[in-house]
């Protein structure tokens, strides 16, 4: 399996950015994606996440009503659809797949197995 994620860059606080992650090497019908991230000197945290069939999706509190998760069939791409950003939401972005999650572990890190490499989003003031 092999994610790239991009779309990361510099954004004034309030804007907006769609992060992508391109999936391939798997059929993904059965795999939940997710979104993680990790700000400088702070530990990795969970973003968002969807089971790839059926669509049913996972937030992060600290997301919620901003950030919106999809995914494109046709193109095996998951979209992070980020609205209102604030300072704090500066980090590397990171998505991650795995074949066997439950839901109820979708925001569990060590729950993927496979990383993409990540991208940067800075929010300014």
């Known amino acids: 399996v092999q994610l790239q994620a991009f779309g990361g860059g510099l954004v004034q606080a309030g804007g907006s950015l769609r992060l992508s992650c391109a999936a391939s090497?798997?059929?993904?019908?059965?795999?939940?994606m997710g979104w993680f991230r990790q700000a400088p000197d702070k530990e990795r945290e969970f973003v968002a996440a969807?089971?790839?069939?059926?669509?049913?999706?996972r937030y992060a509190d600290s997301v919620k009503g901003r950030f919106t998760i999809s995914r494109d069939n046709a193109k095996n791409t998951v979209y992070l659809q980020m609205n209102s950003l604030k300072p704090e939401d500066t980090a590397l972005y990171y998505c991650?797949?795995?074949?066997?999650?439950?839901?109820?572990?979708?925001?569990?890190?060590?729950?993927?197995?496979?990383w993409g490499q990540g991208t940067e989003v800075t929010v300014s003031s």
């Open positions: 991650a797949a795995d074949g066997s999650i439950i839901m109820s572990s979708m925001a569990v890190e060590n729950q993927y197995d496979y």
């Open positions: 969807i089971k790839w069939s059926g669509g049913s999706t």
């Open positions: 090497g798997r059929t993904f019908s059965r795999y939940v």
